[in-house]
């Protein structure tokens, strides 16, 4: 009879070959929880437990997602380079008996302490550097597949705004099955070959966390507008032609503070000739802090939407994407 792996949960994207290299499945507890039947129930339930309204409803989902599967034991938290709020949520999972894995992001990019960090969950996962290389050559290649879907969603306009943040988003743990992923994404680009192009209309970039809410992109494509640059979920698919698997961390921009993110953000910005920006900021974040200087960097329409619970758009905020596209056009 098979042994069943370990399976271990992630607070946000983190080196996923060394898991992978482990005999251990990644679980990116962000996706279960926001793709659950009913996520804002998860928030409820933490509140219940004790979470204050006034913080994060990623983490309270989170929180609820962790214990309410049986088979995630571990979670790698990370401790610096995401949410503040990480901490608090290490300490209440580790009194529900759920085993803490800390991991850092140096905030100065700083390659040796890099190192270090990954080499200390190498050591407590129980692998090495030659596994861990192997490991990364095969995903590079799936990441290579998933770069396509994220070209020809702005070179070509074969694919939705949506579908680019499903097929990027994913990328931070390929859904715990590697091989499994690569079909559905093989399977995706065959299909693109016989696709129209999508009408066209204005082309914005969407920067920030991804949105709480499920119907942004659809909405955005109704009203003649398509997000063709996802920010943070392109990143996820480590985007990068580097055979340095430190380095390949230190260029992901995600844990390393605005002005390091907003140097990419303007490329890209250039490269993909948008009309504007759309920065969302999840509620009760600090990242809310970081707005005054996404608009005092980026030289383009910027309209920054914030989310709180796990829901559709509400009415005001439908009215104020539509004054915004409005402005642009």
């Known amino acids: 009879m098979a042994v069943a792996q370990r399976k271990i949960g992630l607070t946000t994207t983190v ?3 060394i ?9 990116d507890l962000n996706n279960v929880f926001i793709t659950s039947p009913h996520p804002q129930q998860l928030v409820e339930e933490a509140e219940l437990a004790g979470y204050p309204r006034n913080v994060c409803a990623w983490i309270k989902g989170i929180y609820s997602t962790v214990r309410q599967n049986k088979e995630i034991k571990a979670v790698i938290a990370v401790t610096q380079g995401d949410c503040s709020n990480t901490h608090a949520l290490m300490e209440t999972l580790e009194l529900a008996g759920i085993e803490v894995i800390p991991f850092a992001f140096p905030f100065d990019r700083d390659y040796d302490l890099l ?25 590079h290649g799936i990441r290579q597949k998933v770069w396509k879907i994220d070209e020809l969603t702005w070179r070509e306009g074969l694919v939705s705004g949506r579908d680019n943040h499903l097929y990027q988003v994913n990328c931070s743990d390929f859904k715990g ?25 204005l082309r914005l970039g969407y920067i920030g966390v991804p949105p709480i809410m499920d119907d942004l992109y659809d909405y955005l494509e109704e009203r003649g507008a398509r997000v063709v640059f996802n920010e943070t979920q392109r990143q996820f698919t480590m985007p ?3 055979e340095d698997f430190v380095e390949q961390y230190r260029l992901y921009t995600y ?16 490269k993909r000739n948008l009309d504007g920006i759309i920065h969302y900021a999840q509620s009760f974040c600090f990242r809310q802090i ?17 989310g709180d619970r796990p829901n559709r758009l509400d009415a005001r905020t439908r009215m104020r994407i539509d004054a915004f596209l409005e402005i642009i056009k």
Do not use: N, S
């Open 115 to 139: 190192k270090l960090q990954m080499e200390k969950l190498m050591e407590r996962l129980g692998t090495t550097w030659r596994e861990v290389l192997a490991v990364r050559r095969r995903l």
């Open 19 to 27: 898991i992978y290299a482990a005999g251990c499945i990644p679980v």
């Open 177 to 201: 099955d590697p091989d499994a992923y690569e079909k559905e994404v093989d399977e995706f680009l065959a299909a693109l070959a016989a696709a129209p192009p999508r009408p066209a209309g």
């Open 15 to 17: 080196p996923v070959e």
């Open 255 to 270: 844990p390393y503070g605005i002005f390091y993110r907003l140097e990419d953000i303007r490329r890209e910005i250039e």
């Open 240 to 242: 990068f032609e580097t």
């Open 290 to 306: 970081e707005d005054l200087i996404v608009r005092e960097r980026i030289r383009l329409p910027v309209l920054t939407l914030e």
